[in-house]
């Protein structure tokens, strides 16, 4: 996001290799199997190969078979169409395979997701290295249509599958000291190429932090899913954070550790660019970013040339739900 030496790929450039990547997984779908691709003159790139045989995926799709099955929908859903699941996995961020919005779904099909540790630490009565599955399995999962609105002035609505981080956090038990709660991402660089990468800027792991009282809001959902299915590896499988009043850049993906502390944690984006980029980062049309503006944003997947603007709201549309929480607060300076 943002970095000037390699910029993000212009709509110009998403656009082809969108139809690229959707023809290459018509190819996986209809030729899988024993077919000789090379035979008919085809040739697959390490990355697709990846994608089609990563057998974690497989299974964790099946320790999550039976939670999915019982998935419940949520009254917390907006009633705005989801966006198509071509579009929400072919334009992402996540710097870890790359700064480009196609980089994830090009490298992201090789990473690992099962076996999956949280460590949790830090104020809380129960730290511990928790399985996922373990995490998960006396929850019922919930499905949330969710606006999703990035710092760069793009959104989309998408249909996670998950459960409230506040019922994982009361199972952790906090301590009367836990004011925040800090949350990191895999460091993996041999399955993440943008980890080897001297091009991000960033320290890795990717770290995000909220306050435990927004940590503890009904609204705050920790994904598993999208769509009925498991998480896309590109948008965080196996598990990541969703705030939807929120800069997209606070739902941190790809979790491996969740801590509860005094103070405020530093967080991956307010570190690199601290004028640009606050802790609290609350969507806020009223409040421009330094480079541009943030009073609309543009709803993806848009028409032909991008065009599907629509003004940004306050809290990206949940301020009735959230707003409490900021009380006394100047939202001009908190950003
Ligand atoms: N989490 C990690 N670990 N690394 C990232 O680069 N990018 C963030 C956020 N979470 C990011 C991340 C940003 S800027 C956005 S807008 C959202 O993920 C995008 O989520 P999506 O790709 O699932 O739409």
């Known amino acids: ?19 690229y990547v959707d023809r290459r997984s018509f190819i996986r779908q209809t030729l899988a199997g024993t077919l000789a691709l090379s035979g008919l003159g085809l040739s697959v790139s390490p990355a697709l190969a990846a994608q089609a045989e990563n057998p974690s995926r497989s299974a964790w799709r099946q320790k999550l078979a039976s939670p999915l099955a019982t998935m419940q929908k949520s009254p917390y859903s907006t009633t705005e169409t989801p966006a198509p699941l071509k579009d929400i996995q072919r334009y992402n961020n996540f710097y870890e395979f790359g700064t480009g919005k196609g980089d994830p779904g090009e490298h992201a099909g090789g990473l690992t ?8 630490e830090g104020e809380v009565e129960k730290p511990g290295s928790y399985m996922l599955e373990d ?6 999962l919930e499905e949330r249509i969710y606006r999703l609105r990035c710092v760069e002035a793009w959104s989309m609505v998408i249909p996670w599958v998950g459960i409230p981080l506040s019922a994982l956090i009361a199972r952790f038990k906090p301590t009367s000291r836990a ?4 949350f990191e991402s895999l460091v993996r660089p041999e399955e993440m190429p943008g980890q080897r990468s001297l091009f991000s800027g960033i320290d890795w ?3 995000e932090g909220l306050r435990i009282d927004e940590a503890m809001h009904p609204l705050t959902l920790m994904a598993v899913g999208l769509y009925g299915d498991i998480l896309p590896n590109q948008n965080g499988a196996p598990f990541r954070l969703v705030v939807p009043w929120k800069y997209g850049f606070k739902s941190i993906k790809s979790i491996v550790k969740i801590g509860f502390v005094e103070t405020m944690p530093p967080t991956t984006w307010n570190q690199l660019q601290p004028g640009e980029y606050g802790f609290y980062a609350n969507v806020n049309p009223a409040v421009d970013h330094p480079r541009w503006s943030q009073k609309t944003e543009r709803r993806l997947p848009g028409g032909l040339f991008g065009a599907n603007r629509i003004e940004t709201m306050p809290f ?18 908190n950003y």
Request: charged share 20%; hydrophobic share 45%; glycine share 4%.
């Open 316 to 333: 990206n549309g949940y301020a009735e739900e959230v707003t409490s929480l900021y009380a006394g607060m100047d939202l001009s300076a």
């Open 179 to 182: 004011r925040y709660v800090l």
């Open 1 to 19: 996001m943002l970095i000037k030496h390699k910029p993000a790929l212009s709509e110009a450039q998403v656009t082809p290799k969108s139809i």
């Open 135 to 140: 995490l998960i399995k006396s929850h019922l």
């Open 113 to 120: 997701i099962d076996p999956w540790r949280v460590v949790v």
């Open 205 to 207: 792991p990717y770290q």
